[in-house]
């Protein structure tokens, strides 16, 4: 198999061109000329035969603005300014901050029984003797922390739900009154 071995460069022609090679000069935005563009005239129409019209086509104007519907102001049951919706985030604050400290005490006693679980478990697999023993073991172990897993899920969602809900209370209570000055029919 013979090698080919390097190409030779290729020769090409000198040209009159009057603008330097782009490899002679660094690329210099001053130095580029770009051509103008020279605007294009319309067509022009044949002359008019007889009997025969050009008509320009009629100019299009922009569509009117629809008119918008003006908004409906709601109106406060009390002529209070913005008291009533402080009161109302603070209640629901207050709520919230204390399901969320009954949410955090349920996953700290549900990590508890997890570890206490475990050890009772591994406490167990230090006296096996018996493959079937370990089996028995490892089994109590799975469906024990199976049952504490599913109670608590349990527990954390009733939570959670109660929570959500006792926080929501005051803006449905506040928002319902608002609601009902707004669209009486409803």
């Not at 103008?36 to 050009?54: D, R």
């Not at 603070?90 to 475990?118: K, M």
């Not at 109590?140 to 504490?148: G, L, Q, T």
Request: net charge negative.
């Amino acid at each position: 198999m013979e090698s080919k071995g390097r190409r030779a460069p290729r020769m090409t022609a000198p040209t009159d061109d009057p603008m330097p090679s782009a490899t002679a000069t660094p690329a210099d935005p001053a130095n580029i000329i770009q051509p103008v563009e020279e605007p294009v005239p319309p067509p022009e129409l044949p002359p008019p035969e007889l009997g025969v019209q050009h008509v320009a086509p009629p100019a299009l104007a922009p569509p009117a603005p629809a008119s918008l519907p003006i908004p409906v102001q709601p109106q406060r049951p009390d002529d209070q300014s913005g008291r009533d919706l402080y009161t109302v985030v603070v209640e629901s604050r207050g709520v919230l901050v204390h399901g969320i400290a009954l949410l955090s005490d349920e996953f700290a006693t549900l990590a508890r029984q997890s570890i206490d679980t475990t050890a009772h478990a591994a406490i167990q697999m230090l006296g096996v003797k018996t493959w079937a023993d370990a089996i028995a073991v490892n089994t109590r172990y799975a469906r024990i922390s199976c049952d504490h897993w599913l109670d608590g899920a349990l527990k954390v969602m009733d939570l959670g739900v109660k929570v959500t809900f006792e926080a929501s209370r005051p803006f449905l209570s506040k928002f319902g009154k608002v609601w009902g000055v707004a669209h009486p029919d409803h």
